[in-house]
């Protein structure tokens, strides 16, 4: 399974974007989906998560700035980003982690999409 991410691009900082990560084929048993981004030179940082039953958990640098939201039917997660700053700019991926009959978990990654906020 594939995650593909798009809706990245260029913003004025300020501006907004609306990031979307969809599955290329139905995944069962989807426990989170969240979003992650790494800045140049940077580790990889969290940025926000939601649970299967719809709870939602941010990183404080982008609590009341970003939303994520979910489509369960479609295996979609969303990240609207608004009021972005220069330090936003990062690339962005997507993660789903899910589960199989057994119980496993496993975790799936988008390739990643670019976010350029200029100032």
């Known amino acids: 399974v594939q995650l593909v991410e798009s809706g990245g691009g260029a913003v004025q900082a300020g501006g907004s974007l609306r990031l979307s990560c969809t599955a290329s084929?139905?995944?069962?048993?989807?426990?989170?989906m969240g979003w992650y981004r790494q800045a140049p030179g940077e580790q990889r940082d969290f940025v926000a998560t939601?649970?299967?039953?719809?709870?939602?958990n941010y990183a404080e640098s982008v609590e009341g700035r970003f939303t994520i939201s979910r489509d369960n039917a479609k295996n979609t997660v969303s990240l609207q980003m608004n009021s972005l700053k220069p330090e936003d700019t990062a690339v962005y991926y997507c993660?789903?982690?899910?589960?199989?009959?057994?119980?496993?978990?496993?975790?799936?990654w988008g390739q990643g999409t670019l976010v350029t906020v200029s100032s």
């Open positions: 084929r139905t995944i069962f048993n989807i426990r989170d």
């Open positions: 993660a789903f982690r899910y589960h199989d009959s057994y119980i496993k978990y496993f975790e799936v």
């Open positions: 939601i649970s299967n039953d719809g709870r939602t």
